[in-house]
């Protein structure tokens, strides 16, 4: 298995989520468009998943009326993901995404990185 996966997990207002996902949808696109083999957005629908405060005390804290996100982007490597990383940042769309996206995401809360895999099971 030589896969790797960034993951981001951030707290999103519930009102917003519609505006997240419309915003997602088009970083997802960007991140296809310059390498990543997917991209993916998972919102917590149960109360053990949405209680950040519990998995991660120092990081992000979940407020009333906040779901938690995972987002993740599939790479063939470290240093694929990276290269994708680097000509997203520099695509006129993203740049126009970050300034954006300030409304309904902070990014002081979300939690990110790499991870290079493990274990690989698919039915």
Avoid at 32 to 38: D, P, Q, V, W
Avoid at 51 to 72: C, H, M, Q, R, S
């Amino acid at each position: 298995m030589a896969k790797y996966l960034d993951i981001c997990i951030q707290p999103v207002s519930k009102k917003h989520v519609a505006q997240y996902k419309k915003g997602t949808t088009k970083i997802g696109k960007i991140l296809l468009k310059h390498g990543a083999l997917s991209s993916h957005d998972y919102v917590a629908d149960d109360e053990s998943a949405t209680d950040l405060k519990a998995a991660f005390p120092k990081a992000a804290k979940t407020k009333a009326g906040e779901v938690v996100i995972v987002a993740l982007a599939e790479f063939k490597s470290k240093a694929h993901r990276d290269q994708v990383f680097k000509k997203m940042m520099k695509d006129p769309e993203m740049k126009k995404l970050m300034e954006t996206s300030a409304p309904y995401v902070d990014h002081k809360r979300m939690i990110a990185g790499g991870f290079k895999g493990l274990v690989s099971l698919v039915v």
